[in-house]
């Protein structure tokens, strides 16, 4: 028995997709508050530029992915292809509202503004853990088991 891979460049972007998004968002958010020296508003500044920068780097690996989708010609209603989709979708959310709210939040601690509670890093974190999931999913089925050489 063998394994196939059905698209190598959609299993490296969706790999290093869910070890960004893990790396970051659940070890690197939390953890650079724990650093001697480090303030409220300078964590805030470097979260900022942090996650601005995952989010584009997100985006190569969803353009990638979908590219790929395009030229295999992947049905619309897949598993696999709904697999993508969701966290396709969450992007377009984190990046059009949450990025940008979060951003105003933390641009107002950095001022010494304190704002309204809010539950927007609970949305965004759920959000993180609902495209890790679907994004493994989909991981996992660019993957096949062939039978190459067996005799029946």
């Excluded at 196939?4 to 972007?13: D, E, L, R």
């Excluded at 190569?60 to 619309?76: D, E, N, R, S, Y």
């Excluded at 010494?112 to 493994?136: M, R």
Aim: hydrophobic share 55%; net charge positive; proline share 5%.
């Amino acid at each position: 028995m063998t394994i196939q891979v059905k698209s190598p460049i959609a299993v490296v972007s969706v790999f290093l997709w869910i070890g960004f998004v893990c790396a970051i968002s659940f070890m690197e958010a939390w953890l650079k508050f724990q650093a001697p020296g480090i303030t409220l508003s300078l964590g805030l500044g470097i979260g900022r530029l942090v996650f601005g920068a995952l989010n584009k780097v997100e985006w190569v690996f969803a353009i990638a992915i979908g590219i790929q989708l395009v030229i295999h010609k992947a049905p619309l209603l897949s598993t696999k292809t709904v697999a993508f989709l969701l966290p396709l979708l969450l992007l377009f959310i984190q990046t059009l509202w949450l990025l940008p709210a979060l951003d105003a939040r933390a641009e107002m601690y950095i001022e010494d503004i304190i704002p309204p509670a809010s539950n927007l890093h609970f949305y965004y974190a759920g959000a993180e853990v609902i495209k890790v999931i679907c994004l493994l999913i989909y991981g996992i089925t660019q993957f096949k088991k062939t039978d190459y050489g067996k005799s029946y």
